[in-house]
C-alpha cells in the first residue's frame, strides 16, 4: 500500500484533496470560494465545499438525514453496532486504514466516517444530499475528516488520490448503479482498495422494488409521518396477525436497534427514487470488468471488495 | 443553496405534530392500498402471500390455546453467512417475524442463545445466538462450527 497522506485533511485554506471536477486541476480557497485555474468557482459554504448547486435526486435523504443525525453514530448508541457493519460489509480493520486517505461515497450523517475517523483514517466524505449537514455538524470538528457536497458521478478528486474507497448501501441510489460505480476506481492510488455493498435481488428488497416507484413520489416529511406511525404501532404491539400480514407485502423494518432506527430504516428503504437491486456475481463481474484484482466477495451478501493493480 | 438546507430540518414533535401524525397516516394508507391492489392484481407484487399461508398464521395467533412444540431435531442445516445456518421448521409457530417466539434450539441438550437476536449479530458474532424468523431458524453453534459436520445434536422445542 502507499505511504500514507501525512498532510492533515483539516487545513481549510487549502483543501488539497480537492480539484476541479472537471478537468482535475487543483483548487485555491479565495474567501468562500474554491477557485480551479480554469476560472471556475466552487463555494464553501458552513466549511462544506459545495460542487452541486442542489441535492438534484436525493431530496429524502437530505431530509432523512437531518431528521435522524446522530440515530445510527456508534457515540450516540453507545454500542458498536456500525462498527460491526462496517467491519463485515468492507472487511477492514483499524489496522488497514490507520493513517490513510479513505473515501466514504455516500456519508449520510455520517456512521461509517465516524468509525473510519475513531480508526486513525484521513477521511473524505461525499454526498450529494444536504445529509452533508448532518455529517458537517457531527464531524467537522474532527481534524481527520472533510465533508463536502458532490456527485458520486463526478467527484471532485484527481486520479490515484486514495488509498481506499467505501461506499456502503449508496450506489444502488444513483440513476445507473454499474456506471457510477465505474468512476471510483480510477481514484484510487495503484494498490489501493474499494470495498462496496448494495442491495441484493432478493426478500424484502424484491418487494420494495415493486413498491419504489409509487411511494418515491409521497412528500417526504408526508410519507416519514406514515413510517412515524407505522413502526410505533409495530414496536407497541408485535403479536398483531395484521402486522404480520402487513410484513408480507410491504416489509418495513425491525432490527432491534429501537424504534428511531426502524422508522429512518422503514423509511430510508422506500422514499428513495432509484433502489437499484443486484447479484453478488453481477457486483463480481463489475469489478472485473473494470481491471480490479483480488476481487472477493465478503460474508455479506452483495458486499464485494477489489484492488487497483499496480499498473505497468 | 441555505434556504433549501434549512427546508429539510428535522420535523417538530408535540400533540399538533401528533394529530398530523395521524392524518399522514390515514391519507398514506389509502393511497398504499390502492397501489397494494395494482400492484397484486398486475402480479408486480408477488409476497408469497396465499390462503394457505393467512390460515397457518391465523393457527399461530392462536398458538395460546395450542401446545406448544415439543423436542425436534434439527435434520437438514445449511450455511448461510458468516457464522449462520439456516434450518426450515414446522409451519404454523410463531416466529419472531409475526410477534414472539418461544423457540429454544438445545446443543447436544445444552440450551443456545440468546434468542431474539438480530441476524447481523447471529452472523458476526455467532456463539449460539440465534433468530426464528419466519418458517426458519437462523442460528450458530456454541463454538461457531459448522453444525452438519461437528457431529453433534441440534433440537428445537417451544417453551410452556
Not at chain 1, 124 to 138: C, G, I, R, T
Not at chain 1, 169 to 196: C, M, Q, S, W
Not at chain 1, 230 to 241: G, I, M, N, T
Not at chain 2, 32 to 42: D, E, K, N, R, W
Request: net charge neutral; glycine share 8%; aromatic share 10%.
Amino acid at each position: 500500500m502507499s505511504t500514507p497522506t501525512l498532510v492533515p485533511l483539516h487545513e481549510k485554506d487549502s483543501f488539497h484533496v480537492l480539484a476541479d471536477p472537471d478537468g482535475g486541476q487543483p483548487l485555491k480557497r479565495e474567501g468562500d470560494l474554491l477557485v480551479s485555474s480554469s476560472g471556475r468557482t466552487f463555494p464553501v459554504v458552513r466549511e462544506v465545499p459545495r460542487f452541486v448547486s442542489s441535492d438534484l435526486y436525493v431530496d429524502s435523504f437530505s431530509f432523512e438525514w437531518n431528521t435522524h443525525s446522530t440515530t445510527q453514530l456508534d457515540s450516540h448508541r453507545e454500542d458498536q453496532s456500525s462498527t460491526e457493519i462496517f467491519t463485515a460489509k468492507t472487511g477492514l480493520t483499524e489496522d488497514d486504514v490507520r493513517g490513510k486517505l479513505v473515501l466514504d461515497a455516500g456519508v449520510g450523517a455520517g456512521r461509517f466516517t465516524e468509525v473510519l475517523s475513531r480508526w486513525g483514517a484521513q477521511v473524505v466524505a461525499v454526498d450529494l444530499s444536504y445529509a452533508v449537514e448532518a455529517a458537517q455538524k457531527n464531524f467537522g470538528h474532527l481534524k481527520n475528516v472533510l465533508v463536502c457536497q458532490a456527485d458520486i458521478g463526478n467527484l471532485p478528486f484527481a486520479n490515484g488520490t486514495f488509498d481506499f474507497i467505501v461506499s456502503i448501501g449508496v450506489l444502488h441510489h444513483t440513476p445507473d448503479t454499474r456506471k457510477y460505480f465505474a468512476r471510483l476506481p480510477r481514484l484510487l492510488k495503484p494498490n489501493g482498495e474499494i470495498a462496496i455493498w448494495l442491495y441484493p435481488k432478493e426478500g424484502d428488497y424484491l418487494l420494495r422494488n415493486a413498491w419504489i416507484p409509487f411511494t418515491h413520489k409521497i412528500p417526504d416529511r408526508l410519507f416519514y409521518r406514515f413510517c412515524r406511525v407505522l413502526v410505533r404501532w409495530a414496536h407497541r404491539s408485535p403479536d398483531r396477525l395484521a402486522l404480520a400480514l402487513l410484513r408480507r407485502m410491504f416489509p418495513f423494518s425491525n432490527q432491534g436497534l429501537g424504534v428511531e432506527n426502524d422508522v429512518l430504516d422503514t423509511f430510508d428503504g422506500y422514499s428513495p427514487r432509484f433502489h437499484g437491486i443486484h447479484s453478488p456475481e453481477e457486483v463480481t463481474q463489475w469489478f472485473l470488468d473494470l481491471g480490479l484484482v483480488d476481487v472477493r466477495g465478503l460474508p455479506w451478501n452483495t458486499a464485494v471488495r477489489g484492488r487497483r493493480p499496480v499498473e505497468g | 443553496m441555505e434556504k433549501d438546507s434549512l427546508a429539510k430540518s428535522s420535523l417538530p414533535g408535540g400533540p399538533v405534530s401528533r394529530v398530523l401524525d395521524f392524518l399522514s397516516f390515514a391519507a398514506v394508507s389509502a393511497y398504499l392500498s390502492l397501489v397494494l391492489a395494482f400492484l397484486l392484481l398486475s402480479g408486480r407484487l408477488k409476497p408469497g402471500f396465499s390462503l394457505k399461508s393467512a390460515f397457518l398464521s391465523a393457527l399461530a395467533g392462536a398458538r395460546r390455546r395450542r401446545r406448544p412444540l415439543g423436542r425436534r431435531r434439527l435434520t437438514r442445516m445449511v450455511a448461510e453467512q458468516g457464522h449462520c445456518f439456516v434450518s426450515a421448521l414446522p409451519w404454523g409457530l410463531v416466529s419472531d417475524e409475526q410477534g414472539r417466539s418461544r423457540l429454544k434450539l438445545y446443543e447436544d441438550g445444552q440450551p443456545l442463545g440468546p434468542a431474539h437476536s438480530l441476524h447481523e449479530t447471529v452472523r458476526l458474532q455467532g456463539g449460539g445466538a440465534f433468530s426464528h424468523w419466519g418458517n426458519s431458524i437462523y442460528f450458530s453453534t456454541s463454538d461457531n462450527r459448522d453444525p452438519s459436520t461437528s457431529g453433534r445434536g441440534y433440537e428445537i422445542a417451544e417453551e410452556e
